[in-house]
Each structure stands twice: as structure tokens, then as C-alpha cells.
């Protein structure tokens, strides 16, 4: 459970990660927000969640991680979950091409139910899995240069590029914030009560969160702070 | 809105029934049987005959205790003055007999009589659970005779609402589930003709497996072959701290229980979390050719372990049609029945508890996040090992508890937990509600929420709204 001071943060962002089952999803959220491996983990059951705070631009951003199943019969149900997300990390397993030629088809999933300015970075994970391969890199780049995706190759196993992948996913959606100069100005829930709307701003006198995806219409609202 | 609690118990299954009324359909298909040496089986009624025969044959004291002997290979018994023959288990059993299953006591019962008191009980369900392992004993041994005896289901299900002891928990279970019949006659041709499906299907399956390719007048379906391939996957990361289903006979009886499910159930096929149902069923299936040795965390099977299996994997794959049949909807497309689960779990907590309730409102918490898997994996992931059976002992006490009663006793449990919820933001609340602090909680803790869930369901189910 995270402790009272790692509630103080500038951004409150809300990412996804998605991808077949298998590919190691459930690792690079352990990975990143504990430094933890399991080669034995269990498989997904519906989603599960974590999060951590980083600092990019000087500013605390504070990633709210939802880790969902990979089996196609848990679509219907995980897809609520994409709502208010910010940002999607899809991924695939470097070593096996199934799950790269399956990357379209969750590409789909995105425009279907998130938002239509998802911040989505393709990663090629298990990359430690060399004598495997079977998406080479160069292929993984023009595939993401050709959807416009940011991508990266990690391994959750040595903790290869697993920090920068969600590091930079958070900084590219935190540049996005200022560009588009969606977040800013007046705190509160009136600057960012759009519905599903993908930008919120967190901290100071109200936080505003994106902690109830499932719901429409109720996409922003003010945090508990118990 | 009219609000029933049988409402989301969409199949209730009468799985007794059917299992009686299977038993009755049966007739000269199944292989003559072996365990009578009587020849070729023909008509129900010529059973009954060969049966009664035998029985009065049979009657007076069983005087035989081959599966206790000790090492040199004399049989270890005292003669009681009932009858009955008190078997003392004898230590340092030997593996090579190790194929019988383990007993304590048995005791001969009287054509037609239905045991009542739960002394009883428990003598029967021991001769009961023997027949279950017929066909691993030596040649020309029977179990005591029980011809026509049967079950008393109300007090066995009285029982185990509170909680079943390790030696007798399969024979509980398989008779609550329906699989094995409540009539004692029947134990041994039904378990057998089942098990003789099970495999004639399962290797069938596992023949026309991918390679060579099936002529095109057999398609695998997608869908098929994309379950196949999440169990492959699925299977060796079930349960990774319990090591007795990663050995290589215990994976390759998981994937072949969980790939026939699903190919005879094409409306849902396999979907992820059926696992870790299966993790119950089968440990209490093959546990009980020795429930006093066998633990979840066995490195490897002995050669009693290695002979009962084949057995246990029938039987846990029968156990897991009766059990997912009474919560289908939950894993057909959309789940609707998790939806439907989830809906009335958030309802309930808003009559017991509303400031909770309010709370998780104000925070944002949707329940399907936390209590998505507690409906797909039946609690199995929430609670150690001993304590999710000792659970499903009061599921199985009454038809369709895992779709109805199984919502009460998910809301007890974050009941429970209220005050501390209550202290809790939107991302602590997730945090612990996914993985709850129920590691070191014992039985204790376990009939406290069973007994929750009762006063509630009793207080709640069937009435209107509010």
C-alpha cells in the first residue's frame, strides 16, 4: 500500500497495459513499480492495478497502472477499463510472432472504446530472449513508425528499458498536457470535467483523478482523501 | 425493482438426479464388471439380482482387511463386537501396496437401511469412498458390502456445511456434486463406466490433437485451437507455490481435464481462472487414495500417487462439469453472470453497510475491480489452500452456492473488512481489496464469513428491494 507522501504529486495519469496473454504484462508492472520478477506469476484474472510516481520535466507524475488479462473472453469487461486512460502500453512478445501479428487487433480495441487521443506505446518485451526471437527489432520500429506509436524493446526479466518505457510514455503524455494546454490554469473539477476526456490534472488544493473508468458520464471527480 | 436472490442462479443443476437417472440408462454398453467377476453386465434389473445375491452371500462380518497390512504382509485387525472391523493403519507403509487406499474402519450395513446418526455416517461414507478405489485393489477383493445402503444427503449436507474431515472430503464432495450416486450399489458401475468415458474422450481428444493435420472434414475451430493454447499457457502458472500440480503428471492431467471441458463446452470453452477451479477438485480427488500423506506442496508422486491419478483425473474432471454447470453464465461471452454477481454483491453491501457503501462510492471504486476475480476463480485466489476447501464444504452443502450463496459470503468479506476500507483512498482500497490480507487466517476466520453469509442470505434473499 503506498504511503500518505507518495500522494503528493503534480499529474495523476492513467495508463493501460494491453496486449496477448502471456507476454509478460503482469512483470513489467511488477517490475516497474515494485523492481519485482516472478517467473511464476499467475495469470491475469480480470485487471489488476498498481502505481507509482515518477519525476520527468520537474514535475511528480504519479502513474496509476492497470494490468489487464490478456484472453479475448475477458474483452468485454477489461475494455471498461481503458475509459479515462491516458495512456496504453501494448505488448507483445519479441519471441513469439503471434502475438506481434496480434497487435492490430488490440489496436482496434483501443478505437473502440478509449479515448481518441491515447498516448499508445508498442513494446517488444522479453527482449532477453535473444536465441528466440522472432519479431526483429527493425520490424517492431516500422510497424510503430507506420501507426505513428512510440516503441521500445524491454525485458521485464533484466529490467531492460523498463523504466524508460514508462518514463517516457508518462513524459510524452505530460508534454501532450502542455501542448494541447488542456491542464492548467484554475484547478478543480470545472478544467477537466469532460467526460472520458484524457488529460487531468492532479494535486494542490483538489485533485482530480481518473479512478472510475467503468462508469460514463462520471469520468472526473473529486478524490477521497479519506 | 423485484429483487430474488434465486434469480442468479441461472442452471441450477440437479446433478444428483441426473447421476441417478444416468445410473439407471445404464445398461449392457459398459464394460462388463470387472469388479464382480459376474460376467457380462446386462439389464438394471439383472444387476439388482446378481447384486441382492451376493449381498446375502456377503452378509455377517467382513472379516477381510487387506488394505492394512503391514510389512509382512499380515493383516493388522480387531474384530469388534457390532460387526464391524476396526482396521489399525500400520506405519511405515510399504509403496507396493501403496495402490490401496488408505482406511480406518468399516463396518457391514443392512440391505436397504439409509444411515442416519453421524457416526454412522462417517462408517458409511468410509465404505463408500473404498468402493471409489475398486479397481486398485488386488484381484478378488471387494470392499464391505453395502448393496442398496444409501446416503443420507440432508445430513451429509448438515455436515458439511461444517466442514468435512480430509479422509472423508472426495467421497463428500463427488456425492454432493452429484458424480458419485447416493446409492451404494451404484458407487462402483458408475464411477466406472465415468471413468471409461472420461478417458475413451480424453484420448480421442488427445489423438486428433494437431499433427498429423485433421482432414478438413474436422475443422478445429479458432476458437478451439485458441483454447487450447491459453491452457497450454495457463496451466504451468497455476498456483506456482503449491509444486504437487507442477509435476509433469499433474500438468499433463490439468490440461487434459481443462481441453476436454472445452471442447464439450464450445458456449464458453476454456477461460482463464477455470485453473484454478480445477485446483480443488483435483488435489481433493487425488488426496484421497491417502489423505493423511498427500499435501499440495509434494514434490513428486510415489508410485501409489502415480497409480491413483489416473482415477482422481476422471473423477475431478466429472467434479468440474457438476461444479461449472451451476455457473456457466459466468464465462460465456460478456460473462453476464459475473456482471449479474457483481450488480448484487454491490447491492447487498449497500443494505448491510451503506456508509461503506458511500464511501467506495465517493471514491470512485467500482466492485467489478476487486470482486471480478473473486466471481471467476470462485475465491480460490483470495484464501490459502486448506481454507478454500474447507470453504467449498459449505458450497457443496447446498445445490447452486457457488453462483447464489457464494455472493453473501464475498459480501461478509469485504464487510469485514470495512473499518479499514473505510480509512482507505481510491488506490489503497484497490490495493488491498486485490490482494487481501488473508494469509495467516485460519478456520476460525472462515466460518465466521460462512456464518455471515448465512445470516444474511436468510435475512435478504428473496425480498424486495428497499
Redesign the interface.
Known sequence: ??GRLE?EYDYLFKIVLIGD??VGKSNLLSRFTRNEF?L????????????RSVQTNGKTIKA?IWDT?G????R??TS?YYRGAVGALLVYDIAKRSSFENVERWLKELRDHADQNIVIMLVGNKSDLKHLRAVSTDEGTKYAEARHLSFIETSALDATHVEEAFVSILSEIYKLVHKRGLVGGEAGAAGSSKAGGPMYRAGQVETI?V?????DG?SS?K???? | MEWEGGDITDQTCDATAAAEVDSARNTGTSRPLSIRGEGAVGTLGHLEAAFAEKDALLSGVWRRAWWAEDEGGHAVESERRDGATEVVPTRGRSTDRASAPTTTTTTPRQHGAAASSSDELGLLLETFRQWTWLPLRPAGDSPPPLLSTTVDTSLLRKRSWAGVQPAHRAIVWKLLLGYCPTRADRVARVLERQRDEYWRSAEELLSSAGRPPRPPSLPVSAEASASRRQIDMDVPRTSPAHRLFHTAEMQAAMKRILQLWSVRHPASGYVQGMNDILLPLLYVCYADHDPSRVQPHDQSLDAAGATALPLAEADAYWCLCALLSTVQDQYTFAQPGIQKRVRYLRDLIQRVDAPLCDHLDRCGIDFMQFSFRWMNCLLVREFPFPLVLRLWDAYLSEQGAFASFHVYVCAALVERFSATLQRLDFQEMVMFLQHLPTAEWNEDDVTMLLSQAYLWRSLFEGARRV
Request: one cysteine or more; proline letters at 0%.
Open positions: 500500500m503506498s500522494d496473454s502471456g516472478n511464476e506469476s499467475k495469470s491475469t484474472i480480470g485487471v489488476e492495478f498498481a502505481t496509476q488479462a484472453q479475448e473472453r475477458y468485454a469487461i471498461a483523478s479512478t472510475d473508468g467503468a462508469e462520471r471527480r478524490r477521497c482523501c479519506g
